[in-house]
């Protein structure tokens, strides 16, 4: 397909897409094209709302009156408002600290729910703070850390293994795991399996509960748009609601926080899982955000998001790929999660040039260009004119 019969498909298929009215949802500035939503999502008018009102009304005029009339109810809240989009049970969900502490918990509750044994299985291509936390968990614990690239997980499970751990879809490729063998995997050897969905939670469907994971962690700065530094979210399975422990135990994880016991007993449930103080404004941001996701189904997202990033597969390995880029995500669509990188010898200057016309993408090394694209905002004329400044490019 030629550039000027795309933009003309293009506008068609803007012209018929069911979730066209989501874009007005948010406040992206006038002139710029945004594929980053993978690593920050756009401000919505919710948050700027929410925030707006937490400073003015519940923090200026109520004070500390707000704690109880609605700030301590928000971890709980919130994380019921992202339970529907990862398949997640009311009540099995709190939101929380970041993505790397709710790992470190999360992983510390699992390898003390399976004593005895003596490793943890890691994807070796997780993103790195993943691993990280693994090997820190593993070394407190006595365990050896088995990382291995995500094809040989499944035949590194064995009796010993404690724990497996992997990120639904990769942060550089997109590539989507395969998480019911992989999680089959690790329980049909009595290993408990931890999901992050830290590129999954607001763009790819997952169901936590029919998959039965164990654990599962997720930000919510990338596709839920909570805003920078937004809090991250924990799941615990029902079954491991009321026996779960980790090293993090504080006063919110408490059973009675303002009872001010000295001796540390759980709160029932997935609230266990909270440590210290809940970072409101952050949480009210991300609150905010959410509403976007609102009468919305995730098999109406994916179904976008597939024809967003087809359309720009297809763009590039005609216009692209004769230039010099490589195709460093699936083709196949249903293996792809919501972005497309792209590799080039000259990535990072290409990226930077980019921005400076206002055109938002990420480098990440050694040489890909990652180009996020979010059914909530992105166009497909957005694909058609990313493709063509990339086109244009030396
Ligand atoms: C973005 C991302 C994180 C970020 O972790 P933080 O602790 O929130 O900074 C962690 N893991 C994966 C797989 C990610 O993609």
Redesign the pocket.
Same mark, same amino acid.
């Given at each position: 397909m030629r550039i000027d019969e795309a933009r003309d498909r293009a506008r068609e298929l803007d012209g018929a897409d069911p979730l066209a009215d989501r874009r007005g949802l948010f406040d992206i500035p006038e002139g710029t094209l945004y594929f980053d939503g993978n690593s920050l999502g756009p401000l919505t008018h919710r948050s700027r709302e929410t925030l707006t009102r937490a400073l003015e009304h519940e923090w200026r005029v109520r004070l500390i009156r707000s704690w109880n009339e609605d700030w301590l109810a928000m971890p709980a809240r919130i994380g019921d408002a992202i339970a529907p989009l990862i398949g997640a049970a009311p009540g099995t969900v709190i939101v929380c600290d970041? &993505?790397?502490?709710n790992l470190q918990k999360a992983l510390s509750a699992a390898v003390t729910l399976r004593p005895g044994r003596r490793t943890i299985v890691v994807d070796v291509d997780?993103?790195p &703070? #993943?691993i990280y936390i693994a090997a820190s968990v593993a070394e407190r614990h006595g365990l050896e850390l088995v990382a291995v690239p995500a094809d040989e997980m499944v035949s590194r499970i064995g009796p010993d293994t404690a724990v497996v751990t992997a &990120?639904h879809v990769d942060?550089r490729s997109a590539r989507i795991l395969d998480a019911a063998t992989i999680t089959a995997a690790a329980h049909a050897a009595g290993a408990l399996m931890v999901w #992050?969905l /830290?590129?999954t939670a607001g763009a790819v469907p997952i169901d936590l509960a029919g998959l039965d994971a164990d654990f599962a962690v997720g930000?919510g700065y990338?596709y839920l748009n909570g805003g920078p530094g937004a809090p /991250?979210f924990i799941y615990a399975a029902p079954r491991h609601l009321d026996v779960a422990s980790h090293p993090l135990q504080g006063w919110w994880g408490h059973a009675e926080p303002f009872a001010f016991e000295v001796d540390y007993r759980p709160a029932p449930g997935i609230a266990r899982f909270l440590t210290g103080t809940a970072n409101v404004l952050s949480m009210k941001a991300l609150e905010g955000a959410l509403e976007a996701f609102a009468g919305l189904s995730m098999d109406a997202v994916r179904a976008k998001s597939t024809a967003l990033t087809g359309l720009f597969v297809d763009l590039a390995e005609e216009h692209l790929v004769p230039r010099g880029f490589r195709l460093a995500s699936p083709r196949e669509a249903a293996l792809r999660g919501s972005h497309v990188a792209l590799g080039h010898p000259g990535g990072r200057a290409l990226v930077d040039t980019l921005a400076t016309r206002d055109v938002i993408a990420d480098f990440r090394p050694p040489d890909l260009l990652r180009f996020g694209f979010s059914a909530l905002y992105n166009r497909f004329s957005d694909v058609v004119a990313l493709v063509d400044l990339l086109a244009e490019s030396p």
């Open positions: 970041n &993505t790397s502490i997780n993103f &703070t #993943d &990120t942060y #992050d /830290a590129h930000c990338k /991250a």
